[in-house]
């Protein structure tokens, strides 16, 4: 069991530039979440998703975008990355919590740098 | 909307001292409360949680947390700190909203210094 894996660990961009991040859980998770983490700011939930083929906005969803093909992938987006954006970004995962709450299972996070 | 309130920034303790981390919550029905931790360069990682019954519950790595629901509040102790518990320590309420979406809101986090 992989748990919650996260490619790329690491990404630099220039402003302007795009880029995917991939979050992928093998534990038939049905919920999903996006969230980046800035310093005094604890995490911040950007996107979710509660099942294949949903997504839905967090917090601090604009710059981003989601999509949820997969039941086991749930991928970011940045269409066009500003300096802003530069942060650690952390993926998790939960069972249906419609039968109960959950734990949320952390991945290890992306490090994104946006010059 | 759920809050999380955690009012230490930064802690700095003597290596075998006890611990104390504060969390208040707001939320008006019962909250799913939760500390994780992470360390540097690392991911989260759950200490404990509290869903409902015996308020004190025990946690991995020797940590414990005991719910007030009169004072809002969840605080995470440890009796004697080692140096590897320097990290950054996160309270979490956990609740579902209108839409039946269940979503994890998180204190901005402590930061606990270890002085051996």
């Known amino acids: 069991n992989a748990g919650v894996t996260q490619t790329p660990k690491f990404r630099v961009l220039k402003t302007g530039q795009s880029m995917t991040l991939l979050c992928a859980q093998d534990?038939?998770?049905?919920?999903m979440y996006w969230y980046r983490q800035d310093p005094g700011m604890g995490l911040r939930l950007i996107h979710y998703s509660v099942g294949e083929g949903t997504t839905a906005k967090g917090e601090v969803p604009d710059g981003y975008n989601v999509s949820r093909l997969k039941k086991q992938n749930f991928l970011l987006g940045l269409e066009s990355a500003a300096p802003s954006q530069t942060s650690v970004y952390f993926c998790?995962?939960?069972?249906?919590?419609?039968?109960?709450?959950?734990?949320?299972?952390f991945g290890p996070g992306t490090r994104l740098t946006v010059t | 909307a759920q809050s999380v309130t955690q009012p230490d920034i930064h802690i700095t303790v003597s290596e075998g001292a006890s611990l104390e981390l504060r969390c208040n919550y707001s939320?008006?029905?019962?909250?799913?409360l939760f500390w994780y931790v992470q360390s540097p360069g690392q991911g989260l990682q759950l200490l404990l949680k509290y869903f409902s019954g015996d308020t004190l519950v025990q946690g991995i790595k020797g940590f414990e947390a005991e719910f007030k629901r009169s004072q809002s509040s969840f605080n995470l102790r440890k009796p004697s700190v080692h140096w590897s518990d320097a990290a950054e320590y996160f309270c979490?309420?956990?609740?579902?909203?209108?839409?039946?979406?269940?979503?994890?809101?998180f204190g901005k986090g402590t930061k606990l210094s270890v002085i051996p």
């Open positions: 534990m038939n998770h049905e919920y």
């Open positions: 979490a309420v956990g609740a579902y909203s209108g839409a039946g979406s269940y979503q994890l809101t």
């Open positions: 939320y008006g029905a019962t909250p799913y």
């Open positions: 998790a995962s939960t069972p249906d919590s419609l039968r109960g709450p959950y734990e949320q299972y």
